[in-house]
T-cell receptor
């Protein structure tokens, strides 16, 4: 059984650029969620994908967007990067619609300079 | 609105001492609560979920709806328990059985030898 894998592990971007983060969900999981974790804070929900459709969104602007593919892998895209976007981005997958918990990836550390 | 509060950012105990990590929540619906743990240089992983009423690694947590609490307890702390602990509440989105997690800011537990 494979876990959740995220790429890249670290990334440095310049303000105003665009970034794409990738996530492969755990085998058998059809739901993928993305979270942003700023330094010293708990993870904050960005959005969730179920069967390739966005299903739930947190308090993040439209420049945060995503995709889920038929194999349940997912991408997080952030346009017009701002300094405050610097954070750890976590991907989590779940089966059972999340009732039994989520499996998290190791995250992508994004630094915007 | 839902909120998860972990009042202690840092908690230190000696090996063999009891430990309690506090978690309070506010949520108008029926809560589903989890504890996640992150050991040094490892990914976030599920420790407990309240629906299972289980004990993992000697930890237990009881949902107290009257006090809106879900404190994590262990009678005899071990050095390997040192980690960051996050309390999380799962809220189902309206019209959906899918949900999202709301995390507290976390408590860093240090167990001294």
């Amino acid at each position: 059984e494979t876990g959740v894998t995220q790429s890249p592990t670290h990334l440095i971007k310049t303000r105003g650029q665009q970034v794409t983060l990738r996530c492969s969900s755990q085998s058998g999981h059809n739901t993928v969620s993305w979270y942003q974790q700023a330094l010293g804070q708990g993870p904050q929900f960005i959005f969730q994908y179920y069967r390739e459709e966005e299903n739930g969104r947190g308090n993040f602007p439209p420049r945060f967007s995503g995709l889920q593919f038929p194999n349940y892998s997912s991408e997080l895209n952030v346009n017009a990067l701002e300094l405050d976007d610097s954070a750890l981005y976590l991907c989590a997958s779940s089966g059972g619609q999340g009732m039994y918990g989520y499996t998290f990836g190791s995250g992508t550390r994004l630094t915007v300079v | 609105a839902q909120r998860v509060t972990q009042p202690e950012k840092l908690l230190s105990v000696f090996k063999g001492a009891p430990v309690e990590l506090k978690c309070n929540y506010s949520y108008s619906g029926s809560p589903e609560l989890f504890w996640y743990v992150q050991y040094s240089r490892q990914r976030l992983q599920l420790l407990l979920r309240h629906i299972s009423r289980e004990s993992i690694k000697g930890f237990t947590a009881d949902l107290n709806k009257g006090e809106t609490s879900f404190h994590l307890k262990k009678p005899f702390a071990q050095e390997e328990d040192s980690a960051m602990y996050y309390c999380a509440l799962r809220r189902a989105d309206r019209g959906s059985t899918l949900g999202r997690l709301y995390f507290g800011r976390g408590t860093q537990l240090t167990v001294w030898p």
